[in-house]
């Protein structure tokens, strides 16, 4: 588990984030989502959870605790994916409704 | 004429269901009857663990004398047994000639390893020893709200004095005090009370409000039946009340409120009030499926495949527990995991899972894994054999 220590890790950790970044600005600029500042404040807050929950888990792995990793991940991990949801839906505040898109494109 | 195929149906499903109920009942009385009939334990045994140097044994009432090899008295031990989470637990003390406590083991336990971890037994065991017997300074009381586990700790404790007072009447003549299980009736057992009237009495309005009632249940139940108190009913509880092994009602007077409202409710009254008004896990994955805000709907066939497969695991896991009269061995729920922080790997797997799939499907524990709708399945086809009415649904 030597990967999780490794510079090269967090690397691809950050380049992930930045196709996430550049992949919800896009789904907003479809669908015409009203992008504020808070959106953003709660995108970095998850962020730092999910990259907590992997530092977590790597280097309880790298430590030689690999109970610790299975429980944390796992409960850091549910966190992450709930707060993920939430996440999603503060995203998709302001969209407009699809029965309006409908009217729209007619 | 035409209401006889339809009647012979009926009967024919009757005496289906019939067989069923008797087949597991005769299977699960038969695990129960070779799980008593196992031999009492040795308790020479750990007798001679606490006396190294004992060669020899002779008891009198109870109270066991230990002998060197050359005839000399080492001391003396007795057992003492209270009610734990998960039955009762057996311990044996011994008091050398010095009067001091020479050392406690454990014999006998039901707990589940997570509660017998937090109940900090091996703590308590060690530091009696070298103790003048009349000077145990633990009670009950000093305990409650310290370990998170204090049902378990109580019951070593008030076991720990029980042995201690049997060999200081039987060996120096006094009579020890013994310790004292105040009774329990705080916010828990008056939340659960008020859960269940408030349960009964929305299903007399409708609309909006009786939702919001049941919002408002199920939250206060989350924060005090689940997170501030950890007290929901688990398969343990029942197993072993079934197992004859009946916790003290002074300090699980709130266990006995939960199972009677939820019996009295789903027998007499046909709506199980504790699935739906008080039970903090399913609030949990209300509150999770709020937050997904989507429900896919499940093939019937699936639904029906999860509720003979939950039946099975209920079955399995009650007879394992009778079968060893260990009840706690029948506990696989995740609830401990999400309100105490403590779980095995495969509960906190399964936490995981459940609460995760609540985001999408509702109420997945409740309809697939839970074995209290098992349980309830059981009373509404008792209630439905009274009365002939259809089952009730789930959860609506």
């Known amino acids: 588990m030597q990967i999780f220590n490794s510079g090269f890790f967090w690397f691809v950790e950050g380049i992930l984030f930045c196709v996430m970044v550049l992949g919800l600005r ?39 605790e690999p109970t610790a990793a299975i429980r944390g991940g796992l ?13 999603w839906r503060v995203w998709m505040i302001g969209a407009p409704s699809q029965a309006a898109e409908k009217v729209t494109d007619s | ?29 038969l695990a129960l009857a070779f799980g008593r009939t196992r031999a009492a334990p040795d308790l020479t045994v750990p007798i001679g663990e606490i006396f190294s140097e004992a060669a020899s044994f002779a008891e009198e009432r109870g109270v066991f004398r230990a002998y060197d090899g050359e005839g000399r008295l080492l001391g003396w031990a007795a ?94 003549d006094v009579s020890l005090p013994l310790p004292t299980r105040p009774f329990e009736f705080g916010l828990l057992e008056i939340t659960i009370l008020v859960l269940f009237f408030a349960g009964i009495a929305a299903q007399r309005v409708s609309g909006p409000l009786r939702g919001r009632i049941r919002w408002v249940c199920q939250i206060a139940g989350l924060l005090i039946i689940g997170f501030w108190k ?41 709506r199980n009030v504790y699935c739906l008004y008080a039970c903090p896990f399913g609030a949990a994955q209300r509150c999770v499926g709020l937050i997904g805000g989507k429900s896919l709907k499940l093939p019937a066939w699936s639904v029906r495949l999860m509720g003979h497969l ?63 709708r098992s349980v309830e399945i059981v009373l509404q086809d008792i209630r439905r054999a009274a009365r002939r009415t259809p089952r009730a649904r789930p959860h609506d």
């Open chain 2, 1 to 29: 004429m035409g209401h006889r195929p339809k009647l012979r149906r009926r009967l024919r499903i009757r005496r289906r269901t019939l067989l069923r109920i008797l087949v597991v009942v005769a299977a699960l009385a």
């Open chain 2, 230 to 270: 950890d007290s929901p009913i688990t398969l343990a509880k029942i197993a072993a009340m079934l197992s004859g092994f009946f916790p003290d009602p002074r300090t699980s007077l709130a266990l006995y409120l939960l199972i009677a409202g939820f019996v009295v409710t789903s027998v007499v009254w046909g």
């Open chain 2, 310 to 372: 939950r039946n099975l695991i209920v079955f399995a896991a009650i007879f394992m527990a009778f079968l060893t009269l260990q009840p706690a061995l029948s506990s696989y729920e995740p609830f401990a995991a999400l309100f105490s922080l403590h779980g095995s790997t495969l509960q906190w797997l399964l936490l995981f899972i459940v609460l995760v799939v609540s985001l999408v499907i509702s109420e997945p524990w409740c309809n697939f894994f839970c074995p209290m």
């Open chain 2, 79 to 172: 057992s003492g047994s209270e009610s734990g989470y998960g039955g009762p637990m057996l311990l044996v003390a011994g008091i050398d000639t010095l009067g001091r406590i020479a050392g406690v083991k454990v014999v006998e336990q039901r707990e589940t390893p997570i509660f017998w971890r937090m109940a900090r037994a091996p703590e308590y065991l060690k530091a009696v020893v070298g103790v003048p017997y009349d000077e145990i300074e633990y009670d009950y009381v000093e305990v409650i709200g310290v370990t998170g586990a204090t049902i378990s700790t109580g019951a070593v404790i008030a076991s720990i004095r029980e042995s201690v007072a049997e060999v200081a009447g039987a060996a120096f």
């Open chain 1, 26 to 64: 896009a789904v907003a600029r479809d669908r015409s989502i009203p992008l504020t500042w808070w959106k953003w404040l709660a995108f970095g807050v998850w962020v730092l959870l999910a990259g907590f929950t992997i530092a977590f888990v790597g280097t309880s792995f790298g430590e030689g």
């Open chain 1, 75 to 87: 409960m850091f991990g549910l966190v992450a994916i709930i707060a993920a949801v939430v996440l």
